[in-house]
């Protein structure tokens, strides 16, 4: 294990002091098996990985060695399929380090974020953004007058379809339904259905996964960065519901089915906001009976069609 060739001085480094101070605190022998822990979670085999990325990879991890707890990552086991990951979305810096947690715990198979545009425009960070082939979201200005003369039009109203792409293609993806950051350390906000119309087009499994802090939990606030608790959920299945949707997409200009169609997404989508709620440790208020007078005809608007971070 020691010389898999996507170990870097780096990180042996950072794994011999912490070996080396846990010895020493523990001199009934605890310190060797906390060593072989630390070694099995820091080496973890990357096989879908080339040498340099599995470097990247193991180096964004760090954060999340030394203050991310994850639980239910055996809900993880058999994604050779595409899938969609969903995610509550609290800060600014869990984006980072949670798709990061889950592609490693993924053996390096990569998921493609939806994220705004403008990211991916950001010196550095935009090309390790498109590393993951993220599907970038147009509908936002930049305040900055450089990055917005880059912004695409056009492309705001087709999120759900190059999702839907990928997904066809085998290719998982990760959204963050609440479309926004959400600090209220109580509530979840209402879901776009985005997601649950990509769900039903491809019939793929969705992932509940939900992010929580120790900070939220004794006192009550979201943190900017703190302690990070993530649970990952049995994946969901809409098997059935999509071969009824897809049905009534293919006779949707004869029979104008638009209706039902956004009303069974917003009920997937629905079930996901729940299932996130459970899991990060939140509320979500919003009932599908509301979402029933709520939604519009004959189409979703676009600004609600994305699910954007």
Not at 72 to 101: C, D, K, Q, W
Not at 119 to 126: D, F, R
Request: one cysteine or more; glycine letters at 8%.
């Amino acid at each position: 294990m020691l010389h898999d060739r996507n170990h870097s001085p780096t990180l042996i480094c950072f794994l011999t002091i912490v070996m080396f101070t846990g010895s020493r605190r523990d001199a009934n022998g605890n310190g060797r098996k906390r060593m072989k822990q630390y070694a099995e979670k820091i080496f973890k085999p990357l096989p879908l990985l080339p040498f340099g990325r599995g470097i990247l990879l193991r180096f964004f991890m760090l954060p999340n060695f030394l203050l991310t707890k994850a639980y239910g990552l055996e809900n993880l086991a058999g994604t050779e399929s595409a899938r969609i990951y969903a995610f509550n979305h609290n800060n600014s810096l869990e984006v980072l380090m949670v798709p990061v947690l889950i592609i490693y715990h993924l053996g390096g198979r990569m998921i493609s974020f939806v994220i705004d545009w403008m990211y991916g425009k950001v010196p550095v960070l935009g090309s390790l953004m498109d590393m993951t082939d993220p599907v970038y979201v147009y509908h936002k200005r930049s305040p900055l007058r450089w990055i917005e003369s880059k912004r695409l039009s056009g492309t705001a109203d087709n999120t759900v379809e190059r999702c839907t792409e990928k997904l066809r293609a085998g290719q998982s993806i990760g959204i963050f339904p609440e479309g926004t950051r959400n600090r209220n350390p109580e509530n979840l906000l209402k879901g776009k259905p985005g997601i649950g119309h990509i769900a039903l087009k491809t019939g793929v499994a969705v992932v509940p996964v939900g992010i929580d802090f120790e900070c939220r939990r004794k006192k009550g606030r979201i943190p900017v960065l703190g302690r990070t608790i993530v649970r990952i959920g049995k994946p969901l299945d809409f098997r059935r519901q999509s071969e009824h949707y897809l049905a009534l997409a293919a006779g949707e200009r004869k029979n104008n089915n638009s209706c039902e169609l956004n009303r069974m997404a917003a009920h997937v989508t629905h079930e996901i906001m729940l299932s996130l709620a459970e899991l990060s440790g939140k509320r979500y208020c919003e009932t599908f009976a509301e979402k029933r007078t709520r939604i519009p005809e004959p189409t979703i608007k676009p600004k609600e069609q994305i699910c954007r971070l």
